[in-house]
């Protein structure tokens, strides 16, 4: 017959401590010191007393006298190595807790030691996980409102640096009768909101009423303009120029008399608009006033004479479209 396994020796004695250790545990509900067994060690152990010194040693404190504080015991038995511990916790919620521990060389006191070290670090244990969880931390209060006399801009529009434009035109007071011709404009932004400018246009010749002779303006000019509203796509505009140019009798079907070309000046006010169409193109449309500042007389020499001289102030209506510099 062969002798029972070492090992299986060992674990029968292991299983039954538990199971005896389990029956006759404290409830942990109620104070209860931890109990040192050594009835099985063979040998002089330290008392009970030493157990719960070492424990509280290791915790930083002694916790064995309150209500539901973990039932504690250590059975110390011989074993075929010399010495071996069963340490079992019961926690106060009555989870248990085993541990076996062997191969003290040292002695019972050591072997006490080690055991009230497994036994500290068990109650840790259970004391981290019973820790309530906290709670989550607060919302962040919310965004102060911002002051009162905050404004909010939307993104002003690009900046158009500089813009020419290709006009037709018609006008009426400045020849014998209502014409038609063509013009041009530029502008370059000096500030904010004004540009200088400058344009010019041409009116060919327009008969008189009974086509004794027919006259044509060219002229041009320099003054300012300002911008005092505008956006992504249209603005509004107002300029002012200082026109010069003259006067010619083209053709005449009767002689003249006296002049046949006259020097011209005239004050310009303007008001107009623009939009944007694709890109750098626009479109605008202007309605100019023109006051003469020269207003010479055409005569022919026929009796009895006929002839034009320009009223006090003129009327040109501008449409265009041209290119913006930004």
């Known amino acids: 017959m062969r002798a029972p396994s070492k090992n299986r020796t060992r674990g029968v004695a292991f299983a039954t401590s538990v199971v005896t250790s389990a029956l006759f ?15 099985a060690a063979g040998t002089t152990c330290p008392a009970a007393d030493a157990l719960r010194k070492a424990i509280a040693a290791q915790l930083g404190r002694d916790d064995f006298d309150r209500e539901r504080a973990p039932d504690v015991l250590v059975r110390i038995r011989s074993n075929e190595g010399g010495l071996a511990a069963d340490v079992i916790v019961t926690s106060r919620d009555g989870a248990v807790s085993s541990r076996m521990l062997e191969g003290a060389a040292e002695g019972c006191e050591a072997l006490v030691r080690a055991a009230a070290l497994s036994v500290a670090l068990a109650i840790e244990e259970e004391a981290a996980r019973a820790k309530p969880t906290p709670p989550p931390p607060p919302p962040p209060p919310p965004a102060a409102p911002p002051p009162r006399d905050a404004v909010t801009t939307a993104t002003p529009p690009p900046r158009e640096r500089a813009a020419v434009t290709a006009n037709a ?158």
């Open 169 to 326: 035109l018609s006008a009426l007071g400045l020849q014998p009768r209502a014409s038609a011709g063509a013009g041009a404009s530029a502008r370059v932004r000096i500030g904010d909101a004004t540009f200088v400018s400058a344009r010019g246009f041409h009116l060919p010749g327009a008969a008189m009423p009974n086509d004794a002779f027919s006259l044509r303006l060219v002229a041009g000019g320099a003054g300012a303009c300002v911008e005092p509203a505008s956006s992504r796509i249209a603005s509004v505009f107002g300029c002012a120029h200082a026109m010069f140019g003259s006067w010619d009798v083209t053709e005449a079907s009767v002689p003249m008399q006296g002049r046949t070309a006259a020097f011209y000046a005239a004050a310009s006010v303007a008001a107009g608009a623009r939009a944007k169409v694709a890109g750098p193109v626009h479109v605008e449309a202007v309605v100019d006033g023109q006051v003469p500042l020269t207003r010479p007389t055409f005569l022919t020499a026929p009796c009895p004479p006929t002839g034009f001289e320009p009223p006090f102030i003129a009327l040109a209506l501008w449409v265009g479209a041209g290119v913006s510099i930004f």
């Open 25 to 39: 545990v404290a409830s942990p509900s109620l104070a209860a010191p931890p109990r040192l067994d050594t009835t």
